[in-house]
């Protein structure tokens, strides 16, 4: 029980009154303040609504919703909590003050900042907890992906080797419980300095004084040590978290807990773990009874503990007993580590078996193996890019891959190595007199074909031997639907589409025999939410910033408007918890013009498992950087 104090109120002294005349805020500063925050609030809604638009158009509006549910609640939970608790401390501080503050000359310098901060101690008693909640809520929200996998989490069946925990407590659970064990430190903490400076500044705590009991009042005693055994319990469970955690870093040479983290790291843990529960416990005696000798021979027993148990003794287990005994010390944890890697990336049922290698040819051999031979690709997708663009652009505003891809098709009956390009739009292509609004928003809309060329056979001049190009398109794949209008550099956005019987103004390509001398078609397809109407033409317009949108005559009641049109870009926003490759692939599959994107469920959290970098598990010839995500994959997925 904490003891209870009535303190007699005190006399609000009476209004200054200087004389001068209050200052009025004319209706016109209110009118353009208001004004501000109305624009301000659109173009927010803007943002929003458009996205909600693009989620939904797509039938994903459940993936939009579902992460901004989840990023609302954790926001509102946190800020709620770390704003009411960092109030509540700092009222109870505020309340619990002395009446009478003894004074001493090195106290009074405390009535003049007393007196300075009165006016503005209703401002911050209000303020400080909501600038404090506000910060708590913007570092929850973004754990938003965590929380779901948490509240979504199945078993997988495996457990770890050393405490029997299914391996899912490791991939969901574990990365939870880290992060409320540091938000509700975070807040013990804030909490605590509150009380102080509250204490401190209204005579709670008062330094100079002689008497123990007179340096700090008997509320401020039960306030603090309450905060500070808190935060010694948060501390505790840390160091718990701490003994499964182990299991997921590197240890030397392989990944998980090796033979000094098992011998010595955990027991350390545990012992920490129990001393930081005993210092709370001396924290709540202070707090009831008691002066503060205990608790700080406590704290110093915990860094005296955390030096000599937590990193002395294991640095001298590795050095004298684990170094020179590393081959039999560490056997047993590298068995884990290999076994788990095997079952993390699904590699339990293979085979390894030891075979002879042959040194000696054989005859008719190299007949064999004729048709791999044939095979061998001779054009580097990496290198022969400016080829592409020198015979096959055809023009300035279309444009290729840094980087082509590669793949095999089926002609005349065989596959054929294949390397591919989508003659994709560039706008910065375009002559600069024909850089306007109309030409770059809804004439230069889209890419046009695919070029292809075997892989592995060039012409007799040593160029690529095309088999699919030009434009229109010709060549050996067939009919296929040849315009682009999702590609790796596609405009910002496009404005698509138009009333049946309109001329068509969306550019294909030149053509002296057609009309105007290009060819030119109106979009048909489903891509993009409408602009058609008055209020997706403002909230659009507020988007890009454009008030083209709202008065052109290009947007008309069958427009759409298409943006965020890379492949990958567009995976990654429908389906976040995916990891994906660096590098998509265009493919003409069914008559249409598709792009692979590998995606990957990934974690981190696999106990003793070997951590891999995608980028270098997927990288090849094609690849010209790395993907670092430190991550191992578990299941692929192709969309």
Not at 137 to 163: I, K
Request: charged share 15%.
């Amino acid at each position: 029980m904490f003891p209870t104090f009535n303190f007699p109120s005190r006399p609000k002294p009476p209004p200054r009154d200087s004389g001068a005349p209050p200052i009025k805020r004319g209706p016109l500063v209110w009118t353009v303040l208001v004004l501000v925050v109305l624009a301000l609030i659109l173009v927010a809604a803007s943002r929003v609504w458009t996205e909600i638009l693009w989620f939904d158009h797509l039938d994903f509006l459940t993936v939009f919703t579902t992460q901004w549910v989840a990023r609302i609640v954790l926001f509102v939970v946190a800020a709620l909590v770390l704003g009411v608790a960092t109030w509540v401390s700092l009222t109870i501080a505020y309340r619990s003050r002395p009446v009478y503050v003894p004074t001493t000359a090195s106290l009074q310098a405390m009535d003049r900042y007393r007196e300075a901060f009165e006016p503005l101690r209703r401002v911050a008693m209000i303020g400080v907890p909501v600038v404090v909640g506000l910060f708590a809520g913007g570092a929850a929200q973004g754990r938003w992906q965590e929380m779901l996998l948490f509240l979504n989490r199945q078993p997988f069946g495996d457990v770890d080797p050393q405490f029997s925990m299914d391996v899912s407590f490791y991939v969901f659970t574990l990365p939870v419980l880290r992060f409320v064990a540091s938000f509700f430190l975070a807040m013990v903490v804030v909490a605590l300095l509150g009380a102080v400076i509250v204490h401190y500044l209204y005579g709670g705590i008062r330094i100079g004084l002689p008497g123990p009991g007179e340096r700090i009042t008997r509320a401020a005693r039960a306030q603090l040590g309450v905060l500070a055994a808190l935060v010694c319990l948060v501390v505790a469970c840390s160091y718990w978290l701490d003994r499964y955690s182990m299991l997921l870093g590197a240890t030397g040479r392989f990944h998980g807990a090796g033979y000094t983290a098992i011998n010595a790291n955990l027991p350390a843990k545990t012992i920490l773990a129990i001393i930081a529960v005993f210092v709370a416990a001396l924290f709540a005696f202070t707090a009831v009874r008691g002066n503060w000798r205990l608790p700080a021979l406590g704290v110093g027993l915990m860094v005296v503990s955390a030096l000599a148990i937590g990193w002395a003794y294991p640095a001298l287990v590795q050095t004298f007993s684990v170094n020179p005994n590393a081959q039999a010390k560490e056997s047993p944890y590298i068995q884990r580590n290999i076994d788990a890697t095997l079952a993390a990336y699904g590699l339990e049922d293979v085979e390894i078996g030891a075979y002879s290698a042959k040194t000696t040819a054989e005859a008719g051999a190299l007949r064999d193996d004729a048709e791999s031979t044939a095979s061998i690709r001779l054009l580097d997708p990496t290198v022969v890019p400016p080829t592409f663009r020198q015979l096959q652009q055809n023009k300035q505003y279309y444009d290729f891959s840094d980087v082509l891809a590669v793949d095999r098709y089926e002609i005349e009956g065989q596959k054929r190595d294949t390397v591919i390009a989508v003659r994709d739009v560039k706008l910065s292509g375009v002559d600069a007199s024909s850089q306007t609004w109309v030409n770059q928003h809804t004439v230069y809309t889209h890419g046009y074909g695919v070029v292809a060329a075997y892989g592995n056979t060039t012409n007799t001049d040593g160029r690529p031997a095309f088999y699919e190009g030009d434009i229109p398109p010709v060549g050996e794949l067939g009919e296929y639907e040849p315009r682009v209008y999702f590609g790796q550099s596609s405009p910002e956005y496009s404005i698509v589409g138009a009333p049946e019987g309109t001329e068509p103004w969306e550019l294909d390509y030149p053509d002296d025999a057609a009309p105007q001398g290009q060819k030119n078609t109106t979009y048909s397809g489903d891509g993009g939410p409408s602009v058609g109407n008055l209020v997706n033409k403002v909230l659009y317009a507020l988007k890009f910033g454009s008030t083209n949108i709202l008065f052109s005559d290009r947007v008309t009641s069958e427009s759409q408007i298409l943006y965020d049109r890379d492949p990958a870009m567009r995976v990654q926003k429908v389906a976040p918890y995916l990891t994906l490759d660096e590098r998509v692939y265009p493919a003409v599959v069914d008559g249409r013009v598709v792009w692979v994107v590998d995606g990957y469920t990934t974690t981190s959290g696999y106990p003793y498992s070997r951590f891999q970098d995608l980028g270098d598990v997927t990288r090849d010839s094609l690849t010209a950087a790395t993907l670092a995500t430190g991550l191992r994959p578990i299941e692929p997925q192709t969309i």
